[in-house]
Each structure stands twice: as structure tokens, then as C-alpha cells.
């Protein structure tokens, strides 16, 4: 009987998960980087002025010694308005009044409404683009009738864009995901062995399944090298546990050891606060080095409580890319971590 619950425990799953993946449509997006965003200016005199958009919308991660911004902004006169159209983001800082490529190009795609609304803006506006040019793709129009109430109003905006364009990434991320396809019967096996669910894209394998009895599941993708471990250690009080950076990070380094043969670098560690899905959670971004050959890269791992099983779960992400830009590819990872739960698909 146990078998046959457990049998059909999996059809229902797959079931849920096939229902909700045949929803998703056809994809056929710009080419380019989620982390890329195209900024056209209705005037060219606004385009040095753009330097403040981008601090204030920015942030830097260090992965190891180098440093990226997390997003790339490429700045375009209003007469080069159609080179933004391959872009997955676009903004638009438009001082209404100003004619022109640019302002043409917007009143033939905004709505009637959206019009009236820049035309009669004099501190700001901000009017949201669905696919103006391509599927997928996420634009945003800043508008005010005069250059000094524009600027100082993209600022103002600045922190909510960039949440927009992050989140909105993550979205397109995992659709593209479940598109191409994910693992759901190794999504279904971990759920029954260890109760923990999570949406694993095809391309990722499953390379150590609980290492000489440790308790841990590692998921990787090559090419470059990136891999997603969930580790666990027994807790009688979990959320006591997540109380203390210092027995987090012991964690970490016994899983790191247990399972990949690698010491963290403690002088590079970063801690945040963050969730994993609707759990909070504690974030610590560092680097590993490997003793089983010379070579390191970054990590960000989460910690999370979980009560009703007496453990505290590591999600780890890690990545080994020499001489490549690390910031999407850890974008790409996070957008699968957020899926994590420990709680059953419901229909």
C-alpha cells in the first residue's frame, strides 16, 4: 500500500506540474543579457546627465577580487531609438515637448491614455511598456515637461526600477526554464525523500545524492561549472539556529568540505537579509577555494528554518567561470532558488 501511495503521490505531482507548464506559450525574446539595459534619451543633451540613473539604480557585487554592477546600461541619442528595440530592457527619459525619433516612436506605441498622461505631467510620470517591440520585453517610459523635474524624478525612481527589472528577469528566467523544460521526476523524488520542492530546469543534473551519508543533494550545469547544493543539519530549534551568523557559516563550511572539497575565504564574506520564496532567510555571499585543484570562484548560499522537520537547509550556488562575468549567471541561479519551498504543490 505504501508503494502504491507513494506512486501515486508522483502522478499527481507530474500532473500539477505538466497542467501549469502547458500554459506557457511559445517564447521568442530579444537576444542579449537580462542584466542589459538600454536607456534613449529624447534630447542628447540629457545623455551625460544619465550617470546619476545608473549609481542610483545600481549595485555592486564582488565575486572573489572582481567587481560587477548589477545591471549594464547602454545609453542612445534619440535618433538611434531603433537600436534599443533588441534589448530585454528598455528605458525611455523623455522631456515632453521635445520632438524628434524618439518622442515619435513613443506615441505610436503608448496608449491614448498613456498620451494624455505625459502630455500633461510637469513633475513626472512613469508609464509601464508590455512588449513594445519584441515578447518579453520590459520597457518603461520616465516623462516630465521639463529636463531638471525629469531627471530629478528618474532618481526618485531609481531603487523601484531596478526591483522591477530584477524581478521581471527572475519571471522571464524561469519561463524560459519550464519552457525548455524542467526535471519534475527528480523534482518529485527529492520531494518524497526529503521533503523539500524545488523547480529544476533539465539542463542542471543531479551529481552527489547524500555523499557518504551526508545529507545533501547537488545539482549541476556545465559550461560554464554551476552548481546548486541543498544541504541540511538536524536542529531541535531551527529558528534559534538563524539567530547566529557563526553556526550558519560553520555549516557551510562543513558542506562545502563534505561535498565539494573546499575551504571558504572568510576576509570575502557578505551577509543580507533575503527570503527563499516566501521564507525569510539569511544570505552570505563569499569565495571558495578548491583542495582538490587550483582554482576557486564565488558562492552565495541561503540558510532557512524549517520548523515541522527539526533542520536548518543551506541552498548553495556556486560558480566556477575564470575570466567570464559572473553576475548573470548568478542571477540565473537565484531565480531557480527561489522556487525552493517546503511546502506542497497544491493544484
Request: charged share 25%; with cysteine.
Amino acid at each position: 500500500m505504501r508503494i502504491v501511495a507513494c506512486c501515486l503521490l508522483c502522478v499527481t505531482l507530474l500532473g500539477l506540474v505538466s497542467c501549469e507548464y502547458d500554459e506557457e506559450k511559445p517564447i521568442f525574446m530579444a537576444p542579449g543579457s537580462y542584466g542589459d539595459i538600454a536607456v534613449v534619451v529624447s534630447d542628447e543633451a540629457m545623455m551625460s546627465a544619465v550617470d546619476d540613473l545608473k549609481a542610483a539604480m545600481n549595485e555592486e557585487f564582488t565575486f572573489v577580487l572582481a567587481r560587477e554592477t548589477r545591471f549594464n546600461f547602454d545609453v542612445f541619442p534619440p535618433d538611434q531609438v531603433k537600436l534599443c528595440e533588441g534589448y530585454k530592457n528598455i528605458i525611455f527619459l523623455w522631456r515632453v515637448g521635445d520632438g524628434g525619433p524618439m518622442a515619435k516612436r513613443l506615441r505610436g506605441i503608448l496608449s491614448d491614455v498613456g498620451e494624455q498622461q505625459a502630455d500633461r505631467s510637469r513633475t513626472g510620470v512613469r508609464l509601464d511598456l508590455k512588449n513594445p517591440f519584441a515578447s518579453y520585453q520590459i520597457g518603461v517610459v520616465l516623462a516630465a515637461s521639463d529636463r531638471n523635474s525629469l531627471l530629478s524624478f528618474a532618481r526618485r525612481q531609481a531603487a523601484e526600477l531596478s526591483q522591477v527589472f530584477e524581478t521581471k528577469s527572475s519571471e522571464r528566467i524561469m519561463r524560459r526554464y519550464r519552457y525548455e523544460g524542467l526535471d519534475t521526476q527528480l523534482m518529485n523524488d527529492l520531494w518524497l525523500k526529503h521533503r523539500f520542492w524545488m523547480e529544476i530546469p533539465a539542463v542542471y543534473r543531479i551529481n552527489q545524492h547524500e555523499p557518504d551519508g551526508y545529507p545533501g543533494v547537488e545539482l549541476i550545469q556545465n559550461e560554464p561549472s554551476r552548481g546548486i547544493t541543498v544541504a541540511w543539519s538536524h536542529s531541535v530549534d531551527p529558528m534559534l539556529i538563524m539567530d547566529h551568523q557563526a553556526i550558519l557559516l560553520e555549516l557551510r563550511k562543513e558542506m562545502g568540505l563534505k561535498m565539494h572539497g573546499e575551504d571558504i575565504a572568510e576576509d570575502f564574506l557578505t551577509w543580507r537579509r533575503d527570503t527563499v520564496g516566501d521564507l525569510p532567510a539569511w544570505r552570505v555571499e563569499g569565495a571558495w577555494t578548491s583542495r582538490r585543484f587550483e582554482g576557486g570562484g564565488p558562492f552565495w548560499s541561503w540558510f532557512v528554518a524549517d520548523p515541522d522537520n527539526q533542520r536548518v537547509i543551506c541552498i548553495d550556488a556556486l560558480c566556477y567561470a575564470p575570466g567570464l562575468n559572473k553576475m548573470d549567471y548568478f542571477r540565473r541561479m537565484r531565480t531557480i532558488v527561489q522556487t525552493f519551498t517546503l511546502e506542497r504543490p497544491q493544484s
